[in-house]
Every structure is written in C-alpha cells, then in structure tokens.
C-alpha cells in the first residue's frame, strides 16, 4: 500500500516557467522529507518540514507542509534546466524504522 | 567527509545466479537501509540494519537477505536471481535510523538480470 500518493506523476515545462508538485495521504505525519533524484544517482534530501503550516524556502523551492500534516507541496519558481530530476517525498513510519517514499515526480525542465 | 559508498555501480547476471553488493554508511552511522527501485513501483524497503542487527525488514522473498558488520558496513544478498530482480538497488545511512532523521543515499547499484 502506497502510503504517500504524489502528482503529477510526469511533468514536462520550459525553462522560466513555474510548478507545484503534490505529495497528499490520508495519514497524518510527524514530518515529511522531500528528495531530488537524478538520473544515474541517489537522492539527495532537499528538505524536511515538521510542524502542520510551515512553509519552507530554498532558494527558487519552496516547500509548504499541511495543517494537518497529511499533504505537502514543493513549488519551483522560474524553473531551470538544472531542476530536471525525480522528486521524492518521504515520511516517517508508524512502526519501524523504514521511511515511506511516495512514487515520485519526473520533472523535466526544457531550454 | 565522504558519503555513502555502494559498490559495484553495475552489474550484470544470469538468471539464477546470486549475486552480493556492499555499502559502505558515511563514518560514525550506524544504520543502514536498502531499497529496490524499478520505475513501475517506485522505492521499496528492503530491510535496515542498527549495530548488526536486522531492526525491520520489507515485503520480499527470502532471496533477499543482509548482513552489517562491526565497522556498520552492509551487504545484501540476492540467491537464485529471476529477471524481475533488475533495478537499482540503493543503500542509504543515518545516524540512529529513525523514520525523522536525515538518510544518505549512495549512488545505487544497478543490476541487470538477463
């Protein structure tokens, strides 16, 4: 069962344009993680969010976690060719110790 | 200091084979996990190892199995490999292996079985 459902699932922009990529469920979540994956690698923790409400910004990214804490979103503003890559949400487990991934987002970002 | 290590970063094997990769956590990290990555079903937990111990393991076959040692460098096992097997494998550290706590990840394995 995919816990963390994300969408679009294929996304497919010019360079300068903007986007917003979901992560929702219908769990709450005591944080949520967001990764950046490029093609041939692992990836890469952009961020975590952790209280219901909290917007978070990194550089053209900003990443915005629910008031109830079961969704989160990731914005890119004026997106770059650099942003291409698989975006990844994660979030903790009820029990264990493996973090729940989300399918992801393919993100490419033409000249 | 250096990340995540995860050799080798390709292979290739026959069906039936078996096959070991390794992954060496970032010095002073003690947990290790291991996912599978295929495009049609995402990242998928395989297990994760604290300090030699096995603390949770994922839904897969027992073909896969691992193993962590003393200096928490890891390495999982697939036996009797089927063509499905092919994907990235990924290894990932973190310091104590809570769900809340920043995980690295290596640069994958990729296996391809044929």
């Known amino acids: 069962t995919q816990l963390l459902k994300q969408s679009p699932q294929f996304l497919s922009i010019q360079e300068g344009e903007n986007l917003t990529v979901y992560c929702n469920s219908s769990?709450?979540?005591?944080?949520l993680q967001w990764y950046r994956q490029e093609p041939g690698e692992g990836p890469v923790l952009l961020v975590t969010v952790v209280t219901g409400g909290e917007v978070k910004k990194l550089k053209r990214l900003t990443f915005q976690f629910g008031d109830a804490r079961k969704d989160s979103s990731l914005h890119i503003t004026a997106a770059q060719t650099g942003d291409t890559g698989l975006y990844l949400c994660?979030?903790?487990?009820?029990?264990?110790?493996?973090?729940?991934f989300g399918k992801g987002t393919s993100l490419l970002v033409t000249p | 200091k250096a990340g995540v290590t995860q050799t080798p970063r390709y292979l290739i094997k026959t069906r039936g084979q078996q096959v070991t990769l390794s992954c060496s956590p970032i010095?002073?990290?003690?947990?290790v996990s291991w996912y599978q990555q295929t495009p049609g079903q995402g990242l998928q937990f395989l297990f994760e190892y604290f300090s030699e111990t096995q603390r949770n393991k994922g839904n897969f076959p027992g073909r896969f199995s691992g193993r962590q040692f003393s200096n928490s460098r890891s390495e999982m096992n697939v036996s009797t490999l089927e063509l499905g097997d092919s994907a990235l494998y990924l290894c990932a550290s973190s310091q104590l292996g809570q769900g809340d706590t920043e995980a690295f990840f290596g640069q994958g394995t990729r296996l391809t079985v044929v």
């Open positions: 010095s002073g990290h003690r947990s």
């Open positions: 994660a979030g903790p487990p009820n029990s264990g110790y493996a973090l729940n």
């Open positions: 769990s709450v979540f005591s944080s």
